[in-house]
């Protein structure tokens, strides 16, 4: 099979093949990240523009160190001293970027649907521009869920990551799922790929929509809880979710310390998962809220730094593929 | 010919001949620009330093990505995070970024002269570095006239771009003109090259002054209007100009809807000028101000996106003038 | 001798012999700067992360052409933009971009110690990161105190600079010593090589700590002085440094008037120094404050511009060492 889809905007329809192909290819850009000499032409004399209407530094050098190692150039747009403030639309901005021949966009807004907007127009326009979504709103982060599912298969079978790896897996997802559009693209790929998914959070924090949409799929498993216990029980991968502090004044919480209490992830709790269970964070972590410090710092539990390290490697993968379609 | 400016501050004394090197230069980068490999080695080594005193977030990505192109190592300043808030004069600035072995430094700057002023200085030191203004105050924006030029030139014979394809044509400049640098640049480069520019603005927005320099030269044909219909009938070209919101606080202006309803470029009025008129804008537009969203998106009509794109080539070809000045 | 050193936090305890490595390959990448073409392939492949918790646009600028000059990959993480106000700890923003395959982190804070807590948590994570300071609090900023050392040994030898140069010169330090980790690491530096180093300031500007450190070298020369002449008198270089005007309202100061009367580097003053006397100032300059003009752009007495200059191969070299150190 080879790859189909100009634009990566999100994970929901994502076949268990499609998921296949970017895990090959970021096992072998894994491979060449392990060389001193850590790039490749394979993007030379390409473009990619990283729209960020909605500022992030991690990711964003995630993506540009990931361009830089195919040899592209980056532009990089930040909204903060941007021409948005100017009057300008979000389709103006892109069609201005592309005017300046960009090859691949990665856009992240605060709105969810953005980018898919963008790609829409891309596609009406008749130009062979791929648009990668790196956050849009509270909708989709494919990236984040991607290197989240190689990280998962990489400790599964580092020598083949392969989607059929998560069959059977029990992994928990915990803390503000509302809100989260990193929880919303795993769910997707980790019930695509087999494994048995259980989310945690206070109710205020939990929407009902996930079970609709999974059960449309009989072969998604999904299930709820307003108690941490039952979703790690037994887990083999725990995901813990940032906990955005302005939650509080939301009314959507009563303190951090009552959720740490209620769902913080420590050493203790721990001991109800499987005896070799890994932790996962998309971070910036608030330490000592939705993590102890010791569970993250614990280099035999703790994958933190390994999602970081596959950001890279998946996102070389995805822009890779994207820019090498045959059209 | 061959080119022997070290500086380009202005279009004001550019000759017919100077416009005819750029164009035929840009042409050739405009080529390099359809390749899959859109990179030359033109300026490898050398440094190119983005001083933005103001900011500009897509001037600035071009001038970025028209260096990338030639291999050349890009500095970006940009006075929001300078040590300029920390007292230090605009010249010593320049003079720190001349020390880091800058070979080409692209000004930009709200007040007028900045440009010239580091020039002057650069040349009292007895330095090789050129300076390019990438917009001063309401002075000059020579790198936007020279690329409406270009892209003026390609509508008219896109084999072969040459000055004096704009003998005779009717080029209209719509809005306001008393703060627009874009104006003044255009104003030089397309009378100089033989078109009869017509000017329409508010009469608070459009000063008598242009007539005064272009009268010194009686090769030059300048019109002056404060309605749009005379401007506009039978032209070629027509430019319409970016509207500063705050020109209304000013009250230099009544409403934008009462701007609109005067000047504002729509496919009705199109009708006055020639059947196959093409609409032009330096961006960022004000859709629904400026111009109507349904002409800036006909690609039979709006050049707007080919402006960009141009802006890439001209920049390019700018750039490696200035950067292989024999001495 | 080779090069041992994994960090480069401070000159505190330097050696002659590594002043002397680092004088000699910074003089092999200044040979390298007079060539067209400037670029080395030396750090071909590696990752160069600036993290800057504290902006400065020259220092970054500086050490990314330097990165760039070496071909390696820069990525820039600036506090302002960052998720450090997501309330993540400055170790977890080292980690992420260690995770992103960082070889080489040059590290400027606000707080004194900060960088040495990074370089102590690679070490014990095991990984051969190299952490560079590039300036802590009110602690050190050993790459100013390097281009320093390095311009100071051009003028005495441009042919082979070396530490025993300065042994025997009188080099004054005039300012505001108490806030300034310029002056720090340059005593360090200056009294290691064997110049005899007088201190002038104001007594709110000088603490008397500076007497206490090298009372336990006697090998150390260092002098203090409340009034500028006894200092400068037949200096052989005078260095002076930035006056934050935020020192007249903390009380540390009576005007900015009164302090250039008292200790303002002009012309007449230098008539007390060695004929050939040099000034220095790590710039940005408040001209007219702690230093008239007319001195500062006189390229027979003014070193200003040599050691923005002289910056970019210093940092080559630190980069290079660091970066290609035996394990």
């Known amino acids: 099979m080879t790859w189909t889809r100009r634009h990566i905007l999100g994970l929901a329809d994502f076949t268990t093949a499609e998921y296949d192909i970017v895990l090959q290819t970021a096992a072998s850009f894994s491979d060449v990240l392990l060389r001193p000499m850590k790039k490749v032409p394979a993007l030379q004399g390409r473009v990619v523009t990283n729209l960020f209407f909605e500022s992030s530094t991690r990711t964003r050098s995630s993506f540009e160190l990931a361009a830089k190692r195919l040899s592209a150039d980056v532009m990089n747009f930040a909204a903060a001293t941007s021409s948005i403030t100017k009057g300008e639309t979000i389709l103006d901005t892109a069609k201005t970027y592309l005017a300046m021949d960009t090859d691949l966009m990665v856009v992240r807004h605060q709105h969810s649907g953005v980018p898919q907007v963008i790609a829409a127009e891309m596609d009406r326009l008749g130009v062979q521009v791929g648009v990668l979504n790196a956050g849009d709103g509270q909708h989709e982060h ?93 887990a083999d991968f725990v995901m813990t979710l940032r906990l955005q502090k302005e939650r509080m004044s939301q009314h959507l919480l009563p303190s951090l310390r009552e959720y740490h209490q209620a769902f913080g992830i420590n050493r203790d709790r721990l001991q109800l998962c499987k005896p070799d269970v890994k932790v996962m964070h998309p971070g910036p972590t608030n330490r000592g809220v939705e993590i102890t410090s010791d569970v993250m710092d614990d280099p035999a539990m703790s994958l933190v730094s390994k999602q970081v390290h596959n950001g890279i490697a998946i996102r070389m993968a995805l822009l890779y593929l994207m820019g090498n379609l045959k059209n």
Chains 1, 2, 3 share one sequence.
């Open 142 to 234: 494919p990236s984040q869920g991607l290197l989240d599912l190689f990280t998962i298969c990489e400790v599964l079978d580092a020598s083949k990551p392969r989607s059929e790896l998560l069959a059977g897996k029990k992994i928990a997802i915990v803390g503000d799922i509302l809100h989260s559009r990193v929880a919303r693209s795993n769910i997707w790929s980790l019930t695509a790929c087999g494994a048995e998914v259980h989310l945690a959070a206070p109710p205020t924090l939990l929407p009902r929509e996930f079970a609709d949409f999974c059960e449309a799929d009989p072969n998604r498993k999904l299930f709820m809880h307003w108690q941490l216990e039952p979703a790690i029980a037994a």
